[in-house]
């Protein structure tokens, strides 16, 4: 198993934070949308991430400069400036080991647990998004939050680069706090992504070893290198949380422990 398990974190280095280094290297937007990416994330209750949520007291450091995870999101609202990041990551590990996809409503943050389900606000346009944060950053003095690609652009933001922003948690005790099953039409979950076609058929057939029947190997480009697939490993199409947490929990059982829910 572990021989295959290694191959999931092919990417980068473990807790590699891939938005850290953003306003130093050039980055940008894809060539062709995805709008059905656009919708916002789904709240949910989730466990906070093995990885990225700092050390047993929250600490972490970067660049010489420590900082700390908050011990709560709860009651979290912050105004400051946005910032996004795209293609040059897409594809990369985030802080808590995801897989960081330009078209998923997800941003980097410096202090809020991983994962936390934000509300963000354009306080020039009123335009709002629903993300996940999974990543850490923005390591910039006069921004709080990092967003997708997708994020920036529902929000108006993609061409300005930044905008002032509110963030704020949503949570179980908030109202905007969704506590349908239900998950959006086209979701899968993805347990793995590899450079080599081969490894990624060998896990698949691990997996379909294990009666994860609905496993599949999907062929993806990075716009940033159009002629270098990468392979990912998914499993469904799955109708509701009900259906994610048994895939995940029945991964568990055979050492898979990081697992991602995506829309396409």
Known sequence: MNKYLKYLFIFTTPFLLISCFSNFLSDGAPKIFKKTFSRDAIPRKEPLSEYGNGDEKGHYEVRGKRYKVLSSSENYRERGI?????????????????????????????????????????????????VRVNDRGPFVDDRIIDLSYAAALKLDMVKNGTAPVIVETISEKTTSFVVSDNIQNNSFVQVGAFVEEENAYNYLELLKKNRFNSAFVKKEYNWMKPLTPSYLVQIGPIRNTKDYDKISNNLKKIGVYQTTLIQQ
């Not at 910032?83 to 202090?111: C, D, P, Q, V």
């Open 82 to 130: 946005a910032s996004w990041y795209g293609t040059k990551f897409h594809g990369r590990l985030t802080s808590n080991r995801e897989i960081y996809n330009i078209y998923a409503m997800t941003a980097a943050h410096k202090s809020l647990p991983l994962p936390t389900y934000v509300k963000v606000t354009n306080t020039n346009n009123k335009k709002t998004v629903v």
